[in-house]
């Protein structure tokens, strides 16, 4: 059974994204039956070239991909130079679970309250310093640009490359190199990035592949943040595929189908990038340059996080206020009246969809963990360890089972989805919890294999030798020593897989047909009449849910080892 | 049970076709056979070979057989051989009486009542509900061993056990191991580059 | 999943019968009651999937309360499937024709209208003709009534019921403003004189190209080819004054027309936050609801231009696969009931008008709609009497096109 898992694991992702992306690339060479598309054509792509704006959409997506990557990655990773040790250090790290937990749409509500013209920030200006009596009229949320978009997007990466970066830092045995490098003379942030960061980066290079083709491809936070005159590709292959001409489903496949490719070039830059940048560091590494820069060095990996994760909580905090405000004109900077009024006539409609959720993201992550913890004991068990740094688990193919686990952080959604469900449709399979649930598992599996095998991989192998020769059977090890010891990085594992799966909008649309409602679905589906007072307290429903399973996370292994000190921090 | 001997035949362990080690030994039941190598001689690979967890990657030919029989094919847990290793490794989730318990067969009978006395025996009667973490190096070392012994292992392999104790505590500790393994008449195999370890020991000693 | 099968196949033969039942009585005005009876018998324990825009609390809970009436009366269960956007449902019943799913679809009932209804006509994706066939259409009296019966020029040939009227209603802070523009030439001249207060959902937002169609009737003397559709006339000649009127109104529009709100609730909001000063909804009713929800000040005032505005009538259609026809259609007709429409044309739930002939009810049905409350936020009650009719759907299509050809990407 376990040595069939990563087979299972494998065909459960690979299978329907394959099948998805091959029906989104039928009609886009003008295959589509029940549209009288018979015969295959280059028409689709004909009118997708003549979409109004469509260089524009393109190069969009493909900057954001890339620069919210960037920046994300060098708050990071200046951040950890910078801060080791320090009390900001361990307030953010204390910080990355439940940032990680704010849903991306609630977040994007948040920023795009806060910095909007009449947001926040300019009522906190105003009417003094700023003399506004109204909000001005600035073009600052759904900029041209994609400025503002590219910022939702990075306070919500930087979150999951910075839980990524400590779970590989684990290995690196960090200190003692930092020490090693101090005691050569070189200040400990320069220390840091000399001589710890050329070998962390190889460990995080997949998590940061999926943010780029995230980035480039994202729907929900685009549609909040995003520019609007074009919008990003991908919300306008969304509106294709939605659009009641019914004949631009044709153009639609053939813009996902460039979206792929999109995804696929922002990926291939940001690996010449990295050649580009590999070579150049090399000489800074070795230039033997010890202590100039440090100064900023040190203060920007401080203010930049620290920016980061202030934006982040003040937009959820905007969303709370808004979700009890009364009237609140400009400028006033808190409202005039408070209200329960609209948590009141939300809460009978709350029900539903919340357990709906909950219902969904535990079986989807308990299947997940199920799944993740065979292969990862698989792995154990036959004693072919993938070496330092390798993600993948299938012996003799390591690289493409590790490019295969992450097919579907790679493959936009919005590209193999809409396939997906004319392929669940030609198999006669009802929209049901089932498929649902199904579809999370795709996009929760990869998170919780990404969280929890470090954690599995570094646990020291002499703990199960030591209960095999006492006589215990490879399971009764497993079952009473591995999985009760490392109960802590599953349940975080769990609460990241629970995460993703409340946070889907896409997969639960369509394959639920839109019967199946959670409250992301009806978030965005509020968003649509613009009340942010409800749509306050929708996202801040979607933004706790989430937040309890890491409460779980972290407090039932407390509650379970309050008297075994050994069982405390990471084992 | 009638102590067996163990027995390494014509022993040979590669590493991508370099030789890694070469060995041909038996152990009588009772006594303690000390291998002597510097780190990276291959000592620890010949444990795991023995113990049955050597990685695919070596090459590896040769018998291990435990009174006589063939043992060399079956998995770790059924061997009936038992590890002591550098570090105590008592499970940090479960008490000083539960990591006795583990050790002891599923069948066995009146399961509390041995462990106590296993506790009293190693002098630490009262500790059962005790977190292993709050106990002391020597303690620990010796609740290892006695877990190790409640296992009722047919031979026994031991991976430098004393090394990470400080002097004062090493040679009591080496004393109370070797008259317990003595004791039960269990053939036993030491690696360790302490020649004050191998003297202890008191049995034949070969380097590596 | 399998475990409804047998019982979805045998209410599946039911429903052809009924379809083919259906289809003969077409030519008769109304079915025979006896046939009524059974599509209510068939019906009862069957669930609704009621495809319908989700963005609006109000209209939201109004659905709850149809679903709770629904329940008690005739023992069907209404589930409100809440949509971003109706070309979902569309998009939804296109993807299973696509898979050859025939019969046993997921879409039993739409929210519809306009150019959503053109297209699925179109595709063949409706179920009908059915709303002869209800009870109380005849209520709706189409024979004084035509724009029950005809969506957007197109005659809808009962594949859709009517449920609600929509008509551009423009509203405005009164403490801030006191002569609103009354045409769109005064729009113009306003939004010079208070440049970045003004703006229209972005194409192709339905609020927001129902704009550009009011601008047109306004702007052009072609009225009879706004009518028929768009291939019949000259598009770039008649547009031409469309254009001219929006590249000079554009750089006094709100972000200086480089950007658009997404929606017509969007604008709303900005008006709340006091970004805008003057816009306008489909719903006559929300900015008074926005007020009582203390989103808009009281001093708000609503109004239709002098010349009249659009309006349209909105409907329900049922798919061609859907498989629970029968309860879609006791459904249809509950919401023509004197109750349901007199319930929901209640500002106090949702404000939606009537689709009924209220001059044409017996006194006692007749009183539910009375009693207008004298809000002051509420539009004069003879506003409603200058409706412009809807163009051809086609015209939609072409101005949305061009809009995105001219101003997209720029």
């Known amino acids: 059974m376990l040595r069939l898992t990563p087979w299972l694991i494998i065909a459960l992702l690979v299978g329907p994204i394959l099948a998805g992306l091959a029906m989104a690339a039928l009609p886009a060479f003008g295959y589509l039956p029940a549209l009288g598309g018979d015969a295959f054509s280059l028409e689709p792509w004909r009118a997708l070239l003549a979409q109004p704006g469509l260089a524009r959409s393109v190069a969009i997506s493909f900057t954001s991909g890339l620069a919210t990557t960037a920046v994300s990655l060098t708050v990071v990773l200046l951040f950890l130079a910078a801060a080791s040790g320090s009390r900001l250090d361990r307030w953010i790290r204390r910080m990355v679970s439940p940032l990680l937990s704010i849903p991306h749409a609630a977040a994007a509500f948040g920023l795009a309250f806060l910095i909007a013209p009449s947001g926040l920030v300019a009522r906190a200006l105003s009417p003094a310093p700023s003399g506004w009596e109204r909000p001005p009229d600035l073009l600052i949320v759904n900029d041209p640009w994609g400025l503002s978009l590219m910022a939702g997007l990075i306070i919500k990466e930087i979150p999951f490359l910075l839980l990524m970066s400590l779970a590989a830092l684990h290995q690196l045995d960090a200190e003692r190199r930092v020490a090693m490098a101090r005691s050569l003379g070189y200040r400990p942030t320069i220390a840091w990035l000399k001589v710890v960061m050329p070998s962390l980066y190889p460990l995080i290079r997949l998590p940061v592949f999926a943010v780029i083709a995230y980035a480039s491809s994202v729907v929900d936070v685009a549609m909040i943040l995003g520019p609007t005159l074009p919008p990003t590709l991908a919300v306008s292959i969304l509106t294709w595929f939605n659009a009641p001409d019914l004949s631009q489903r044709f153009m639609a496949s053939a813009g996902a189908l460039l979206q792929l490719g999109v995804t696929l070039a922002a990926l291939a830059s940001w690996w010449g990038l990295e050649c580009l940048v590999r070579r150049l560091g090399r000489g800074w590494v070795a230039g033997g340059q010890r202590q100039r820069g440090e100064r900023m060095l040190r203060l920007a990996g401080k203010a930049l996080i620290l920016l980061a994760a202030l934006t982040a909580l003040v937009g959820i905090a905007g969303l709370a206020l808004n979700s009890l405000a009364g009237v609140w004109r400009f400028p006033d900077g808190l409202p005039q009246t408070v209200t329960l009024q609209h948590w009141q006539r939300a809460l009978p409609s709350l029900g539903g969809p919340v357990a709906a959720t909950l219902l969904i993201a535990t079986v989807a992550t308990l299947l997940a963990a199920g799944l993740v913890l065979a292969a990862l004991e698989h792995e154990q068990r036959s004693g072919r360890q993938p070496a330092q740094g390798q993600l993948g688990f299938l012996e003799g193919r390591r690289s493409a089972a590790l490019t295969l686990l992450y097919l579907p952080l790679i493959v936009p959604q919005i590209a193999f989805l809409f396939g997906l469900v004319v392929v669940m449709e030609a198999l006669g399979t009802r929209p049901t919890r089932w498929l649902v649930i199904f579809g999370h598992l795709l996009f929760v599996l990869p998170y919780v294999f990404l969280s929890l095998s470090e954690a599995y991989r570094r646990f020291d192998p002499r703990w199960s030798r030591v209960a095999l020769t006492l006589g215990a059977t490879p399971d009764g090890a497993f079952w009473r020593v591995r999985l009760p010891m490392l109960l802590a990085p599953l349940l975080t594992a769990m609460a990241v897989g629970l995460a993703v799966s409340i946070g889907q909008y896409l997969p639960t649309l369509l394959l639920g047909a839109g019967r199946i409602t959670t409250v992301t679905t009806e978030a965005v589906a509020l968003a649509s009449g613009g009340s942010r007072r409800l749509i306050g307290v929708w996202a801040l429903v979607q933004a706790s849910l989430p937040l309890l399973g890491f409460i779980i996370a972290v407090g039932l292994p407390r509650l379970l080892w309050t008297n075994r000190r050994g069982m405390r921090g990471t084992p | ?208 | 999943m399998v475990i409804s099968l047998p019982r979805s196949r045998h209410s599946l033969t039911t429903s052809l019968a009924m379809i083919a039942l259906l289809g003969s009585a077409t030519s008769l005005a109304g079915a025979p009651p006896g046939d009524w009876q059974a599509v209510v018998e068939e019906a009862r324990g069957q669930s609704v999937y009621w495809h319908a825009w989700g963005g609006d609390s109000r209209t939201n809970r109004y659905l709850e309360w149809v679903a709770e009436r629904m329940q008690a009366e005739h023992d069907v269960d209404v589930i409100h499937v809440k949509l971003g956007d109706t070309a979902e449902a569309v998009s939804r019943v296109l993807a299973e024709k696509q898979a050859g799913n025939d019969d046993d679809g997921s879409v039993d009932l739409v929210w519809i209208n306009g150019e959503n209804f053109a297209a699925m006509r179109a595709n063949d994706l409706l179920f009908g003709p059915f709303a002869e066939q209800l009870p109380h259409f005849a209520l709706t009296h189409p024979e004084h009534n035509p724009e029950v019966v005809t969506d957007f020029t197109l005659p809808t040939d009962g594949f859709e019921s009517p449920w609600g009227k929509a008509q551009i209603t423009f509203y405005y802070d009164g403490a801030e403003i006191d002569t609103p523009p009354m045409s769109i030439v005064e729009l113009k001249a306003w939004a010079e004189a208070n440049p970045g207060r003004f703006s229209y959902p972005r194409i192709p937002d339905f609020a927001g190209s129902t704009f550009l169609k009011q601008a047109l009737i306004e702007l052009s003397d072609a009225d009879e080819a706004l009518y028929a559709p768009v291939e019949e006339s000259d598009f770039d000649a008649i547009s031409a004054p469309l254009w001219d009127y929006l590249d000079a109104l554009h750089p006094h529009l709100w972000r200086s027309g480089r950007q658009f709100p997404a929606s017509g609730p969007d604008m709303l909001r900005l008006v709340g936050d006091a970004e805008l000063s003057l816009a306008f909804t489909f719903n006559p009713a929300e900015p008074a609801a926005a007020v009582t929800d203390a989103e808009l000040p009281p001093s708000t005032r609503s109004y239709v231009f002098e010349g009249g505005t659009l309006g349209n009538v909105h409907f329900v259609a049922i798919p061609y696969n859907s498989p629970h026809k029968a309860a879609a259609m006791l459904l249809a007709d509950f919401l023509l009931t004197p109750e349901a429409q007199a319930r929901k044309q209640d500002l106090a739930v949702w404000g939606d008008p009537t689709v009924l002939d209220v001059t044409r009810l017996d006194d006692e049905q007749a009183a539910r709609f009375e009693g207008v409350e004298d809000n002051p936020t509420l539009l004069a009650p003879d506003a409603l009497e200058r409706t412009l009719p809807e163009p051809h759907p086609s015209w939609m299509e072409a101005l949305q096109d061009a809009w995105q050809a001219r101003y997209v990407g720029r």
């Open chain 2, 1 to 208: 049970m009638t102590a067996p001997s163990l027995e390494l035949k014509q022993v040979h362990i590669a590493l991508h076709g370099r030789t890694l080690l070469e060995l041909d030994a038996r152990v009588a039941p009772g006594e303690v056979l000390t291998v002597m190598g510097s780190s990276g001689s291959g000592k620890s690979t010949l444990l795991a070979y023995a113990a049955g967890f050597l990685a695919p990657a070596f090459q590896a030919s040769g018998q291990v057989l435990l009174g006589g029989q063939e043992i060399t094919a079956l998995p770790a847990e059924r061997r009936g051989i038992g590890l002591l290793f550098q570090d105590p490794l008592l499970f940090p989730h479960l008490s000083v009486a539960s990591n006795l318990r583990f050790g002891l067969p599923r069948a066995t009978p009146d399961k509390a009542a041995k462990v106590e006395a296993a506790l009293a025996d190693i002098g630490l009667a009262g500790f059962g509900q005790r977190d292993p973490a709050t106990l002391s190096g020597g303690q620990q070392a010796r609740v290892a061993l006695m877990r190790l012994l409640l296992s009722a292992p047919r031979a026994v392999l031991l991976d430098e056990p004393f090394s990470k104790l400080d002097m004062a505590l090493r040679h009591e500790m080496r004393q109370l191991v070797f008259e317990r393994l003595r004791g039960a008449g269990l053939p036993s195999l030491l690696v360790t580059h302490d020649h004050a370890d191998a003297e202890d020991a008191g049995g034949r000693m070969i380097a590596l």
